[in-house]
Structure formats: structure tokens, C-alpha cells
């Protein structure tokens, strides 16, 4: 009976105690983070698209986040250059193996994270897909995810914009009161839809003169977009005109941080509150690479 059944053995001191150690370490360990991306986009240059990145990413962190901010305008970024920040490396460091995106970390204003692009380097703008990919994917690797990831991409519709937007959770589509404006970011939206399986956006109506102007402008585009292709647009807010936004932006200072008062600073932080109110993203059936997602299998046709 006793060779049936045995005793179950007795566990040594030293097991225990290490078995002990290895639990308390575990408990220990924080969680990872799940990290919400937004990146904003624009059919267009001089729409205002990268002081929108920048103030909505400050107003953000200013409202108690873990906020970074990618500039992902590789080859003439300036997100650097709005916040009066003075980087030693940028993203195509990373990419010639030279350091880590954790080394590429700049802190500003109210603890705001800013990964810089470059500027001025041909390299950066001749890309492939494999290394926008490679950039999207080094995002796995940092130490403590943030709490929201906020993309400035570069204007229009190339690759670089095309990739860093359908890896992100949403995309923010900033449009001014211009024909050009409206064409080109219906143009985007198509091709995020189609090709990609962007399903939402999020659009912000910059330097309107008043609530209906902005209104007005977000209906022209939600009309077109919700006939002719399978998307959901909502209308996300509004920046006014602002002399306060310009003298901000001359001071290399976001406006949200010098005015806090000023008629900007408040049509940011509506734009900010309107974040927390964003219900789950929205992802296609389609494979994605996606930023903080851990896939590494590259998408068909990217």
C-alpha cells in the first residue's frame, strides 16, 4: 500500500527558501502597461498638424498622463524645435545599431517624453518599409511603456505616414479651412481604409475663426468619406485662431505650457479630455504591425 501511495517528499530549506525569494520577486514586478497610440496626421502640409501633435501631447501629461511623443516626421522633424529641445542622437542612430530607442528619450516640460526624428538627412528620408517597420517594432523594447504614445507623422500620403498611422490605436486627421486641406485628407483617409483597414478617425478642425466654422468643415469631410468608403468619422474638436498659438510657437514654447488661459490652450485641452473619452479601438481583420504589439511578422503589401 505505502508503494502505492507514497509520501510526498519533504521540501529541503533551501528550496523553500528560494522558492520564497523567487515569489516575492514576481510579486514585485509591475504589470506591462497597455499603451493607447494616436497619430496625427494630415492630407497636407501648413495645416498645423505637428503644433497640434505637440500641444495635445503636453496638455496631456500636463492633465497628470505618462505621455510620449514620437516624431515621426523623419527627415524634417521639428517637433524638437517647437519644445526648444536640443537632441544628441535621433531615430537613424537607432538604426545604424548606434544606441536604443530607450537612449533616444528626451524629458520636457511637465515630464513629457519626446523620441526626435532627424532633420535634414537624405538617408532618413529614403527609408524602406522594413525600417519604418523596425522602428514601430523598438517600441516592445522600452523599459516602462507609456500610458499614451502620440505619433506626429509627416505630411501627406506617402509610406512613412501610410505605416506609423494604421499602427496606431487611432488616427487624429487635422484639417483647416482650405479645399486643398479637405481633398488631400480625404485622400488619406481612402488609402488608411482601403489598404491598410483603418476603420476610424478622429478629426480636429485647426485655426477656425468659430464652433459652426469648425463644425461645418468636419461635416464636409464626414459626408464624403461615410458615402463613399466604409469608415466612422467623429468629430474630435477644434484650435482657434490664436496670436498667443503664434508667439508660442516663436518661443519654441507649447501654448498649452506659456498661456494656459489663451483661447488655444483651451481648444487643446478639450482635445484632451476628449482622449479619456474614447471607447476601444477600432482594428480591421486585416494582420497589422502595430506599435507595442510584438509582432514580427511583416504585413502583405507593406
Not at 527558501?17 to 504589470?31: I, R
Not at 467623429?234 to 498649452?256: C, N, T, W, Y
Not at 483661447?263 to 482622449?275: D, E, P
Amino acid at each position: 500500500m505505502q508503494n502505492l501511495f507514497p509520501t510526498p517528499a519533504r521540501v529541503r530549506p533551501r528550496e523553500a527558501e528560494l522558492f520564497h525569494q523567487a515569489a516575492s520577486l514576481h510579486a514585485m514586478t509591475p504589470p506591462r502597461r497597455t499603451t493607447r497610440t494616436l497619430a496625427v496626421a494630415a492630407g497636407k502640409g501648413g495645416v498645423g498638424k505637428t503644433t497640434i501633435a505637440v500641444n495635445l501631447a503636453m496638455a496631456m501629461s500636463m492633465a497628470g498622463h505618462d505621455v510620449m511623443l514620437l516624431d515621426g516626421d523623419m527627415s524634417v522633424a521639428n517637433v524638437d524645435v517647437q519644445l526648444g529641445l536640443t537632441p544628441l542622437r535621433h531615430v537613424g542612430h537607432m538604426l545604424e545599431g548606434n544606441c536604443t530607442l530607450q537612449d533616444l528619450i528626451i524629458t520636457g516640460p511637465h515630464g513629457l517624453k519626446v523620441i526626435p526624428g532627424g532633420s535634414g538627412a537624405r538617408r532618413l528620408a529614403q527609408l524602406c518599409n522594413g525600417e519604418h517597420a523596425a522602428v514601430i517594432r523598438a517600441f516592445d523594447e522600452l523599459i516602462l511603456p507609456p500610458e499614451y504614445l502620440v505619433v506626429d507623422t509627416a505630411a501627406g500620403v506617402s509610406d512613412n505616414v501610410a505605416m506609423f498611422a494604421a499602427a496606431a490605436d487611432d488616427v487624429v486627421v487635422v484639417v483647416c479651412d482650405e479645399p486643398a486641406s479637405l481633398t488631400d485628407a480625404y485622400a488619406l483617409i481612402k488609402i488608411l481604409s482601403q489598404d491598410f483597414g483603418v476603420r476610424r478617425f478622429h478629426v480636429v478642425a485647426n485655426m477656425v475663426r468659430h464652433a459652426g466654422e469648425a463644425r461645418r468643415l468636419y461635416e464636409k469631410l464626414a459626408r464624403v468619406s461615410e458615402r463613399f468608403l466604409d469608415v466612422a468619422l467623429d468629430f474630435m474638436g477644434m484650435v482657434p485662431h490664436d496670436e498667443r498659438l503664434r508667439q508660442a510657437i516663436r518661443r519654441q514654447s507649447a501654448v498649452v505650457d506659456l498661456w494656459p488661459s489663451s483661447r488655444s490652450a483651451m481648444g487643446f485641452k478639450q482635445l484632451a479630455s476628449a482622449v479619456d473619452t474614447w471607447g476601444q479601438p477600432m482594428y480591421s481583420d486585416i494582420g497589422r504591425i502595430a506599435f507595442f504589439s510584438g509582432q514580427s511578422e511583416p504585413v502583405t503589401g507593406w
